[in-house]
């Protein structure tokens, strides 16, 4: 049985402060903190619904970790018997305890069934997901005009491994429009962006490898490629600079022998960063000097608030030889995540291997959404510019709601995307992640978005909610933050998921 050992399982808990678990009436005025085991439970539970402890794996021993943590070894024994009841450890008699997910029936109904929120009086706000609600009306008709085209598919066998014709034409005609020449033949339709970054990993890496990565990054993305057996190998996205270390990628590639890197240079998942064309061509000259093939993400590439949606990278590489630049994108940040149609654009002779290692995983994207997608592009015009202002005004009240109530965060917007990747005061990420569901708010911590533990003094804050949902979450986190410097929390952890 795997277990994970006390000094990692230390490493991943962050800066959570047990000496902050007891009662304190300085200033006149009564503080309840958690009991230290509470605290404990509490991150131990968020590492698990953030991935970062395994299903399966067993704890380390009450002994083992009372001794690294230098705590009581009743404090683990109660903190271990907290996430058993709750369902993240399930013992089984003669073998450790190992880690698991409770079992949850409707989400929202579970979340209310075990008291979620019930500690600050209002609705809970999740901020762990970077996602608008769907333009109701567009998506609507799109899926109307889907099922009206649909009866010229019915007399196939419906498996489309490659995409249907007329979406990959649509989808070659936007790359056109950008100054990008493309043929139907350098498009593979997937059942979303991250699937298109999954089937590439399991093409061009085999475990051990290095692929690069920026540094904070999409946490999935770590994740796929993690579980290849790869091994993602950071360069940092600067905030001093707004941008990313191009000679640290061309160092990185040539010291690693880095073979692929997987980057987000369009309107940056979290920081809204763009990088312009002077480094796009810089960076595509690396790719080729070092011989490293470029994924590039480009799924916030429509979401350019400050910025127009810049060219793309591929654009750099036009005679670069085979594979130097691969693109993803897919309809998820620009119209609706439940819309799940993504996309590769690759050369032909990529677009063909991939077509014959899908099958290991699927057999074709559902037609129906590949007709509603083909819909949604035709109202691309029309529908992104609201989506643009839409995300503006929300930004503008995320900015003033953290000036208001958060004063000592900083954060250096991006030109686009989704989200504020905001500086705390101390490295409390994970701690504040923890607090947050005590005052009606999902987070996600920092070092969901890096690796070995970075980025505690870091939050990713979406602003894909609506504007009150943003200042009732900012006052909520305000609290959270508060708590943890000694402020007044429930007595019921809210459970994250």
């Known amino acids: 049985m795997r277990v994970i050992g006390a000094t990692t399982l230390a490493r991943d808990l962050g800066q959570w402060d047990p000496k902050k678990a007891h009662d304190d009436d300085r200033d006149g005025r009564r503080r ?45 024994t109660s903190a271990y018997a907290v996430l058993r009841d709750e369902g993240y450890l399930v013992s089984r008699q003669g073998s450790r305890s190992t880690v698991a ?46 099922l009206e085209a ?99 990628i061309r160092s990185t590639a040539r010291q690693t022998a880095a073979k692929l890197a997987y980057l987000i240079p369009d309107f940056h998942n979290p920081t809204g960063f763009c990088l312009d064309d002077e480094g796009r061509a810089e960076l595509v000259a690396i790719a080729r000097d070092t011989r490293m093939t470029l994924i590039i993400d480009e799924t916030m590439a429509d979401l350019g608030l400050d910025a127009p949606t810049p060219t793309p990278v591929a654009a750099f590489a036009r005679g670069a030889g085979r594979a130097d630049v691969v693109t993803i994108g897919s309809t998820s940040k620009a119209f609706w995540s439940g819309l799940r149609i993504g996309w590769i654009r690759a050369e032909p002779s990529l677009i063909s291997a991939l077509v014959a290692a899908r099958s290991a995983l699927d057999l074709g994207t559902a037609v129906l959404e590949q007709l509603a997608a083909v819909s949604m592009f035709e109202a691309a015009d029309h529908v992104l510019p609201e989506r643009r202002e839409q995300l503006r005004r929300q930004r503008a009240a995320l900015l003033d709601a953290v000036a208001t109530d958060l004063p ?41 978005f890096g690796i070995e533990g970075a980025f505690e003094r870091y939050l990713r804050l979406p602003y894909a909610r609506s504007e009150d949902d943003l200042r009732t979450a900012v006052r909520g986190i305000a609290a959270a933050y508060r708590a943890l410097a000694g402020g007044t929390e429930v007595d019921r952890p809210a459970l994250v998921i």
Request: glycine residues 12%; proline residues 9%; neutral net charge.
């Open 408 to 448: 000592d965060w900083r954060c250096t917007p991006g030109d686009g995307g989704m989200a504020l990747w905001m500086q705390l005061p101390g490295p409390m990420s994970t701690a504040l992640a923890a607090t947050s569901p005590y005052h009606g708010v999902l987070l996600a911590a920092g070092p969901r």
């Open 150 to 248: 649909l009866p010229g598919y019915l007399g196939g066998h419906g498996l489309e491994p490659v995409g249907v014709p007329v979406l990959r034409e649509a989808i070659a005609e936007r790359y056109r429009a950008r100054g990008l020449p493309t043929s139907p033949d350098q498009i593979m339709v997937t059942s979303g962006a991250q699937h298109a970054l999954v089937l590439l990993l399991g093409l061009l890496t085999a475990p051990g490898e290095r692929v690069l990565i920026d540094h904070p990054t999409y946490t999935n993305a770590i994740e796929a490629i993690k579980r290849t057996g790869a091994r993602p190998v950071p360069v940092a996205v600067r905030q001093e600079t707004r941008g990313w270390d191009l000679d640290g």
């Open 32 to 76: 309840i903190a958690r009991p230290a085991y509470r605290a404990l439970a509490d991150s131990v539970r968020l590492l698990v619904a953030d991935g970062r402890i395994p299903l399966g794996v067993a704890l380390p021993s009450e002994r083992d970790l009372a001794a690294v943590l230098e705590l009581s070894r009743t404090t683990i």
């Open 101 to 146: 997910l409770p079992e949850l029936g409707s989400s929202g109904a579970a979340l209310r069934d075990k008291g979620f929120g019930s500690g600050h009086g209002g609705p809970v706000v999740d901020l762990t997901c970077a996602a608008m609600s769907a333009p109701s009306e567009p998506v609507q008709r799109a899926f109307e005009e889907g």
